[in-house]
Nanobody, 115 residues
Framework: QVQLVESGGGSVQPGGSLRLSCATS????????MDWYRQAAGKQRELVAA???????NYADSVKGRFTISRDNAKNTVYLQMNSLEPEDMAVYYC?????????WGQGTQVTVSS
């Protein structure tokens, strides 16, 4: 019943912006930390941003100052605002939540940044 659905990916030029959304259902959204990961072709999946239930945030050094994670508890949705996109940001972006010993992932949304 747990479901995470990403949207908002697409193709942009370097310097462009995208806002990713992760709509959740089947969880008590307000009490869980939410995360965004990404996986570029041929590379390991990496954590790019996290937000706690209380709203504290943390970012990978590579995106700090350019990306902003936020959450809307009324909509059970977490967002990733991505500004000043660079070719190295090109990846599939995944929404993630850990509930007890279970990990849930969205299907991923592709972000392409042309060089």
């Amino acid at each position: 019943q747990v479901q995470l659905v990403e949207s908002g990916g697409g193709s942009v030029q370097p310097g462009g912006s995208l806002r990713l959304s992760c709509a959740t259902s089947g969880i008590n959204f307000r009490i869980y930390a939410m995360d965004w990961y990404r996986q570029a072709a041929g590379k390991q999946r990496e954590l790019v941003a996290a937000i706690t239930s209380s709203g504290s945030t943390n970012y990978a050094d590579s995106v700090k100052g350019r990306f902003t994670i936020s959450r809307d508890n009324a909509k059970n949705t977490v967002y990733l605002q991505m500004n000043s996109l660079e070719p190295e940001d090109m990846a599939v972006y995944y929404c993630h939540v850990k509930i007890n010993y279970f990990v849930y992932w969205g299907q991923g949304t592709q972000v392409t940044v042309s060089s």
